[in-house]
């Protein structure tokens, strides 16, 4: 019988090399059951190579981590989770109902259930009148969308979106948020990179990474009261430089 685990993710010490290059540096994460959990950081941070070990595409240098109770790398927690890349995870040559049928299909989703998932998916998406279009022949923006949908076709328990509301317009974006809500209302768990602050103001807590690390965790409200500053922004320059203080005390 698989354990009920609390924690969504957890990984202890988890740590990733390329070459002499540390792209994620002794990671402790957790994420509970049904949390919307952003991970905020500049570029090269490593937010994509930790979310891509998680997903056990890429392998860990050292260190662990459990994925839905799962030790991961595990290829049998893909059809438990959905990941939503940042380049558009499509099919530019198929049209949107194509590559609906087609993740379906990996995913072993019956006919009828995929007709079912794909209806409520279009609608969600807004993208009913482009079903028959080719996806090479949509904006940005809706690409997006018809990533969105293929990610979410199997109903995953655990939600990987890195950076997903890029090129999104405003009142789409709104869309999605509520969306994400609807589903964490369902117990899924989201744990989503975005560069949009507003955005991030929305998820139940925050990690600001920096360097391959952590440099500070919390709700949004308690990070912006910690750091004395009205925007994540400025909040996350005050954890960077205490966390450049700290390295260079080490060195
Ligand atoms: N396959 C690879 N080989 C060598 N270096 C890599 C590889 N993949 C990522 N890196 C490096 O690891 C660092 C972290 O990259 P990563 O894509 O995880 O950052 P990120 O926080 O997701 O950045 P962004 O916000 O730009 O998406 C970068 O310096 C990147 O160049």
Known sequence: MTKDYEQAIETMELTKRFGNFIAVNNLDLKVKKGEIYGLLGPNGAGKTTLIKMLCSILNPSTGSARVLGEQIPDGNIVSRIGYMPQETGVYLDLTVDQNLNFYGRVFNLDKN??????????????????????????????????????????QPELL????????????????????????????????ITTHYMDEARNCDRIGFMQHGHLIAEDAPLKLLEESGKDSLEDAFLVFSRHDENRMRGLK
């Open 113 to 154: 259930e995929i007709e079912k998932r794909k209806d409520e998916l279009l609608k969600f998406v807004a993208l009913g009148d482009w079903k028959h279009e080719m996806v090479e022949n949509l904006s940005g923006g809706m690409k997006h969308r018809v990533s969105l949908a293929c990610t979410l076709i199997h």
């Open 160 to 191: 990987f979106l890195d950076e997903p509301t890029v090129g999104v317009d405003p009142e789409l974006r709104v869309s999605f948020w509520d969306y994400f809500y609807q589903l964490r209302q369902k117990g899924v768990t989201i744990l």
